[in-house]
């Protein structure tokens, strides 16, 4: 079973819908949980940390559920800027991450 | 100093030859990491560093690849008699062990070496 699973789209959306996007990982003891972004072609960038209790920044909302251990990403009023794929990262045993293979978004005009 | 550093961004050689990246990380940041992308899949951990001290390595990371960071500043990632398998973005992050607080550990990437072996 890998690390992380992320469902791998594409997810084509039109302009102003609501996406979300979920991950799954097989690590109980994990502690640090990230969605990156990735363009096409250009390296991750952070997008946000999840936090246990759930948090938003402007359109995005990352959330935890450690009983069931997933994280999810939902992006509201999607914007063309917003297409790109979405990584899931989640920490390990010792000291490295593991990714999740992403999800690919297609924000449509 | 704003961000970490790869070089070269591409490079094509043949296979069996020897090639050579260099990442030089955000300066205060005395970890640092070196993972492989391939074309639908996420980063793929190949070894850390934490200072100048090579602390984990993946099973990914072959007899043929050797990476160091000598001085716990910029590092070398070697790949030796390259393979077409070998084809890959090759990239480095480094962060800050100096954060306590797990969740705050954030990785910045450099913008890779893609490597193409012909």
């Known amino acids: 079973r890998k690390e992380v699973e992320q469902d791998p789209g594409p997810f084509n959306v039109p302009e102003g819908a609501t996406v979300a996007f979920n991950c799954t990982y097989s690590?109980?003891?994990?502690?640090?949980f990230f969605w990156y972004r990735q363009d096409c072609r250009k390296e991750p960038k952070l997008l946000m940390s999840?936090?246990?209790s759930g948090n938003e920044d402007g359109r995005f909302t990352a959330q935890l559920n450690r009983a069931s251990q997933y994280i999810s990403l939902l992006i509201r009023d999607s914007k063309l800027s917003d297409s790109a794929t979405y990584l899931c990262?989640?920490?390990?045993?010792?000291?490295?991450?593991?990714f999740g293979t992403g999800t690919s978004l297609t924000v449509i005009p | 100093d704003t961000g970490v550093s790869q070089d070269p961004r591409h490079k094509i050689t043949k296979r069996g030859q020897n090639v050579t990246f260099r990442c030089d990380p955000i300066?205060?940041?005395?970890?640092l990491y070196w993972y492989r992308q391939t074309l639908g899949q996420g980063p793929e951990f190949l070894t850390y560093?934490?200072?100048?001290?090579?602390?984990?390595k993946s099973r990914l990371l072959s007899d043929r690849f050797s990476a160091e960071r000598p001085k716990g500043s910029f590092s070398t990632l070697e790949i030796q008699r390259t393979e077409q398998g070998d084809s890959a973005m090759y990239l480095c992050?480094?962060?800050?062990?100096?954060?306590?607080?797990?969740?705050?550990?954030?990785?910045?990437f450099g913008s890779g070496t893609r490597l193409t072996v012909v």
């Open positions: 992050a480094s962060s800050s062990g100096h954060i306590r607080k797990e969740t705050e550990r954030q990785y910045t």
């Open positions: 690590n109980s003891a994990s502690q640090s």
């Open positions: 999840v936090y246990s």
């Open positions: 990262v989640v920490n390990g045993t010792g000291n490295q991450f593991y």
């Open positions: 300066s205060e940041h005395n970890r």
């Open positions: 560093f934490q200072n100048e001290a090579q602390l984990e």
